[in-house]
């Protein structure tokens, strides 16, 4: 602990609190929905306005369920459970964030992590304008202080030194130091935080400290069964059924070969991609080499085989 986060507990302990209020509240647990009820659940800034309008998801995204996915989120959120997404590129993960937050109907912040983000990227920074010197909340305490679901999309890209910034967030604590600003948040009320990452990217350096890990709950997500897959990739696509279920032929022979020859296999997005190109009236074998197999390998033997399983079924 710094000598300013010491200081400020020190106030706080003064004023005859040393933790923040949520922390100390009876309940079981002190950040169950109940707690809302001490503050707005949409916070309100000094003109009026809603910070968070610009996040607010106004129409439904398509999710199909596979599993009990949505059950178990709406019960972590009840009781404001940080939650881990686990998976591989493209399969969903994000969109299931996005749908989640617009069935609970609270703002969703994103934050696509990478290895030069910074601390200060996520809590905020002071700005020099025409007026002087201002501070400027990053998305991190911007969701923390008015009550957003907080959504760090590939957070094993950022440096350790960075995630560590989210470890009061996610303990009983719900707290958020600015330790630039002298300033100590306490998480909204409705504050979740969201993570995700593919662990087939994982490595001993790319990997989360068990530290924080063990905040978290967590959902695995992989690519659906076929027949699932198939419903997803039509609708998102516009293309008829049997195109979609070709489509996931190709990629479920394409991920057979992760690990031999190919980083990884044909995400459903992709499956996506090739659809919406096939039903904009482009050749189905031009739309597939296009979307599925020029992006996922150079290699010119890996290449003539996945176009020969595209040629398999167009």
Not at 265 to 288: D, E
Request: charged fraction near 25%; aromatic fraction near 6%; charge should be neutral.
């Amino acid at each position: 602990m710094n000598t300013l986060t010491r200081r400020l507990y020190a106030a706080r302990a003064q004023q005859g609190s040393a933790l923040p209020a949520p922390a100390r509240a009876a309940a079981p647990n002190p950040t169950a929905p109940a707690a809302a009820s001490a503050r707005p659940a949409a916070s309100v800034a000094a003109d009026g306005s809603d910070p968070l309008a610009a996040y607010r998801i106004a129409r439904e995204p398509y999710w199909r369920a596979v599993a009990d996915e949505v059950a178990l989120y709406e019960a972590a959120y009840a009781v404001r459970m940080p939650m881990m997404l686990k998976g591989p590129t493209g399969c969903g993960k994000t969109r299931f964030v996005e749908y989640m937050a617009w069935k609970l109907g609270k703002p969703l912040i994103t934050v696509a992590c990478h290895e030069d983000m910074t601390a200060s990227d996520l809590v905020g920074r002071f700005l020099l304008d025409a007026n002087g010197t201002r501070w400027q909340d990053g998305p991190l305490a911007l969701a923390a202080r008015h009550g957003a679901i907080c959504y760090l999309d590939e957070v094993v890209e950022a440096r350790q030194d960075t995630t560590v910034v989210i470890h009061p967030l996610t303990d009983k604590r719900r707290m958020l130091p600015l330790e630039k600003k002298g300033e100590v948040i306490e998480a909204h009320p409705d504050f979740q935080l969201v993570i995700s990452f593919n662990p087939g990217y994982q490595s001993l350096m790319k990997d989360l400290k068990q530290s924080t890990k063990q905040r978290f709950g967590a959902l695995d997500f992989d690519y659906p069964e076929h027949e699932v897959e198939a419903e997803i990739v039509a609708h998102e696509s516009g293309v008829d059924r049997d195109t979609a279920s070709k489509l996931v032929h190709i990629a479920e022979r394409a991920r057979n070969l992760k690990g031999h020859g190919l980083d990884e296999g044909i995400s459903t997005r992709m499956l996506i991609h090739a659809g919406s190109l096939i039903a904009q009236g482009v050749p189905a074998l031009s739309a597939c080499r296009m979307a599925l197999v020029r992006p996922i390998t150079d290699d010119a033997d890996m290449r003539d085989a996945l176009d020969a399983a595209v040629t398999t079924y167009f």
